[in-house]
């Protein structure tokens, strides 16, 4: 079932009429079943893996807590040594890491064989093709369930927090499988970590007027960046990347800048559907972005972009990765052959490494996803690199205040990571490479004529409208640097808040790209 | 705690250590600094630290950064 659908907001209307109908203890229940439903819905066969998940999260999480609780009932006997209180701790600790280590790694095992097995293959033919082995493996018809890599990652995370006694386990099933299965969430994320969701997930919850209000407010602003922005650029996107012949140098500029855009307003509407949805039933799910491409640079870009898998890469790999055994070891090994300078930038770099690595296959199985990854550790290290050069500039020059300045930071923070995402636009590692070069060799500025234009399968109109939405993508961001844009508007007189609802109301109507040449297109993040 | 001021003022010399409590909240550190304090802490002090010391209660100012390095001594 796709957000931007009739059916969805059909679902989406029941379900909220029976949420507030019912009696406040049994809100979460029937929560609960709708998002089974939800994934009966997209596909039946979806529900036995999130309900593995669930329970097997749920059992090891459990069998921790119980673990940690007898041992601290546990009557130790008298005169017992500081030394031997510490070996039983450490037995007690590593038969709680033997139920985290099984769980995760069954979990990232399910995940591993129906991502990624194809993507092995194709590998294991490639390599077989080019040592002339003859080997040829047919890939298997796997059905990767929806949003896997998302409900996945949540249900680890709480894994691990329980593991590390941040909080205690659910003891409840259904209650934690209504935290994986929360559907709102189930089709992009965010990853929400269940210390922030189940604060309100499990709450008894009155119909309010402003909760109400706001989450419908926020849910009318992703189908505008949905269906007025990202799906009618989409059009265009395609026109570019499927004809690479024709389309080079000047076009692929235009198709990049054009794929940021798109990229940004179908995931960042799609995740503004789902903070609505939730929030018109008092649920709150945690911010996943925070206008990134208003970074100084792509450090800061990447902690303002889909925060929340951003902070569980840097909570569950790159902290732990960093202070573990083996990067100890590395450590003094780089400091004693490279000395301090060097060496203490070790496990900074080489965890980043993993870190990107990783982001790179959690986004897709192939290598144009890796080499997206990896890139994006290249341009972050490169930056690190250079920050004394940037520091020695501006204590010369005093410029990081000035407008132009900011201008220029946030111009080259959209130009990099638009190039970035040519890998993920073209999904062909060699041609993106081409692609990008035709920018430099061939611009061909001469090309860009009214007709090519016309030929990318928008019209004028278009056009106009795409930009006037920009424009408006824009100002709201600048506005909520000083604050909630719906806060503001909700200040105004009734007749100025109508008009401006109403009329957002009106623009997706009218504007929306739906009819003959637009498909109910499926969220980009969806897919991950 | 000299030690500890000094691999500090080294990563950022122009934050006044003595007084500010707020270095995660504040975001004057980010993930690359608390990588750099946590390696060059372990380096210097000789202690383990574990992957569920790596939160911001721990970093936030230079008296919860001591307070974990005491700590981490004493469990040692």
Not at chain 1, 149 to 171: E, G, M, N, P, W
């Amino acid at each position: 079932m796709l957000f931007a659908s009739y059916e969805f907001l059909l679902f989406l209307a029941v379900v909220f009429i029976v949420y507030y109908a019912l009696p406040g203890r049994y809100q979460w229940i029937f929560l609960l079943i709708a998002g089974y439903v939800f994934y009966f819905i997209a596909n039946p066969f979806y529900l036995i893996f999130i309900t593995t998940t669930s329970f097997t999260v749920y059992y090891a999480a459990r069998k921790m807590e119980d673990i940690r609780r007898e041992f601290k009932t546990l009557k130790l006997p008298e005169g017992i040594t500081r030394e031997e209180k510490k070996e039983l701790k450490a037995k007690e600790k590593k038969q709680e890491k033997r139920w985290m280590l099984g769980a995760l790694l069954f979990n990232l095992g399910i995940l591993a064989v129906l991502k990624y097995t194809n993507f092995a293959i194709s590998n294991i033919n490639a390599i077989s093709g080019a040592v002339g082995a003859g080997l040829s493996i047919e890939h298997l018809n796997i059905i990767l369930p929806m949003g896997i890599s998302f409900y996945t990652f949540q249900a680890l995370s709480y894994l691990i927090d329980v593991y590390h006694a941040k909080y205690d386990a659910q003891r409840s099933f259904p209650r934690f499988a209504l935290f994986v299965s929360f559907f709102p969430q189930l089709v992009q994320g965010p990853i929400s970590r269940y210390s922030d969701l189940s604060k309100s997930l499990y709450e008894e919850h009155r119909p309010e007027y402003t909760t109400i209000t706001r989450g419908l407010q926020r849910i009318m602003w992703g189908f505008f960046k949905k269906l007025v922005i990202a799906d009618r650029i989409l059009v265009a996107v395609n026109a570019i990347i499927h004809d690479p012949e024709t389309y080079s140098g000047v076009y692929v500029f235009m198709g990049m800048l054009f794929y940021a855009l798109e990229l940004y307003a179908d995931f960042t509407g799609g995740i503004d559907i789902t903070i609505g949805v939730a929030q018109t039933m008092g649920i709150t799910v945690k911010e996943n972005f925070e206008r990134p491409f208003f970074s100084k640079n792509i450090k800061e870009y990447w902690k303002r972009w889909h925060i929340t898998m951003g902070t569980w890469f840097t909570d569950y790999i790159f902290y732990p990765l960093s202070v573990s055994k083996f990067m100890r070891n590395l450590n003094k090994f780089a400091r004693k052959h490279f000395g301090d300078k060097i060496g203490k930038r070790v496990p900074v770099y080489f965890s980043s490494f993993v870190v990107w690595l990783t982001t790179g296959i959690w986004h897709g199985a192939s290598w144009n996803f890796i080499v997206w990854g990896l890139g994006n550790f290249v341009v972050i290290m490169i930056s690190e690199e250079l920050s004394p050069l940037y520091d020695a500039f501006h204590s010369r020059f005093k410029v990081a205040d000035r407008k132009w300045y900011k201008c220029f930071q946030i111009i080259r923070t959209v130009l990099i990571m638009s190039c970035l995402r040519m890998f993920d636009c073209y999904r062909d590692v060699p041609l993106t490479f081409k692609m990008f070069g035709t920018m430099f060799t061939n611009f061909g500025l001469k090309n860009l004529s009214a007709s090519m234009i016309g030929e990318l399968g928008l019209k004028p109109v278009d056009y106009c409208i795409l930009l006037a939405g920009t424009v408006l993508l824009i100002l709201v961001s600048m506005i909520q640097r000083n604050g909630s844009v719906r806060e503001k508007i909700a200040g105004l007189g009734v007749l100025k808040r109508y008009c401006i609802w109403f009329g957002l109301f009106l623009i997706i109507l009218l504007f929306g790209a739906y009819g003959i040449g637009y498909d109910e297109s499926q969220f980009i993040y969806n897919q991950f | 705690m000299d030690k500890l001021l000094e691999i500090l003022n080294d990563l950022h010399p122009e934050v006044d250590f003595e007084t500010e409590t707020g270095l995660i909240d504040s975001k004057i550190f980010d993930s690359f600094d608390v990588v750099t304090i946590a390696s060059e802490i372990i380096e210097a002090y000789d202690v383990d630290i574990d992957a569920e010391d790596m939160v911001p209660e721990n970093f936030n100012s230079l008296e919860a950064i001591w307070d974990m390095i005491q700590r981490k001594q004493e469990e040692a």
